[in-house]
């Protein structure tokens, strides 16, 4: 690739419902998104980058590989990113569609091993019927430069504080950590088609994170 991108497999976006979903007025507060690396690929990440397109707030989870007591190696999910604000207020359009870059030295932790990401989205404001994120794109560490150099990565000087906009979404720690099932959910319906709806979870295409059993 030109600009030096890894290559990765990037899911559709999974909408998790909030509010009434018995009314019109319920709406998808959360979106996911799960990327994963080709042939079980594992990675050192120094950058991800993407197009924002009207998302207020952004949380990453990193799955990645770490030690066991054996000579095993464990899969676990930790947040390296939480509540990143890509738009300070989120009823109107700065920040909207920018471009944005978050570098391994802004993360929580060093983003080594890591063999799936998932990019938890959240948009409070009633304005936009829709947001997600486009163009996204990993960066692998090269401990030859201190910096991945693209046609438009360059260090962001932090947006201002937002407005405490997100009360009565869902605390993005719990759609983390409880999302999988919704993701298995998804799988079996894709490998087995059928005419008859999904069942109990599945709500006009949208799926309430409240129904969910979790374990």
Known sequence: MADGSIACVIKSPIALQTGDVKTDLAKPGVFVIEVTFPRERVVNLQAITFKNYYTAFLTVRLQRRVPAVSDRRLLKWKTCIRNKCLMPDPHTENGSQDYFSIYRDQMLFEPDEVTTVRLILRQPSPVWLNFTIE????????????????????????????????????????????VQQMWVLTEMVRNNPTTNRVGRFDVDGSYNVNLLSYT
């Open 135 to 178: 163009d996204i794109k990993m960066y692998e560490c090269d401990h030859d430069k201190d910096k991945v150099q693209g046609p438009w990565l360059s260090q962001l000087t932090p947006l201002e504080q937002p407005l405490n906009l997100s009360d009565g979404l869902p605390d993005p720690e719990v759609v983390a950590s409880n």
